[in-house]
């Protein structure tokens, strides 16, 4: 049944909180979003795209989103965007998002790190051009 399943994985997301508050220790917990429909192409999909249960993104502390992009110019290398979508702690982190190169012939990602505004269901991305905030090495 649908429902006791997506119970019973809340509550093992709120034992996992607790546990990690508790023990104060890191867990970090991979999960799948749902497939984006057609015409959508959003750079970094909201955290309502987790599969499974909305208990997994409302009992998460910290919620960090990798999305895959096109193609460059040179096949050998891909756009990755990085984007906290929730931070309990400093919350103002999630107005940005970050693009990194990933190389396929070093299996590796590039060093430089590109910072941009983000914006909900944004599709392009558009480096920041104003100074970066402090928190950013």
């Known amino acids: 049944n649908d429902e006791n399943e997506l119970k019973a994985l809340g509550k093992v997301t709120k034992k996992l909180k607790h546990m990690a508050l508790q023990e104060k220790i890191p867990i970090v917990l991979v999960v799948h979003v749902r497939k984006k429909l057609q015409g959508e192409h959003p750079l970094i999909p909201a955290m309502e795209d987790i599969m499974g249960s909305s208990d997994i993104y409302k009992n998460a502390t910290k919620l960090v989103m990798l999305s895959g992009g096109s193609e460059s110019k040179h096949p050998h290398l891909r756009e990755t965007y990085i984007h906290a979508s929730k931070n309990r702690i400093k919350g103002s982190v999630k107005h940005y ?24 269901g944004m599709t392009e991305f558009v480096p920041m051009k104003s100074e970066w905030p402090k928190w950013v090495k």
């Open 97 to 120: 998002i970050a693009k990194v190169i990933y190389n396929t012939l070093t299996n590796s990602y590039e060093p430089q790190l590109i910072l941009g505004q983000y914006r909900p």
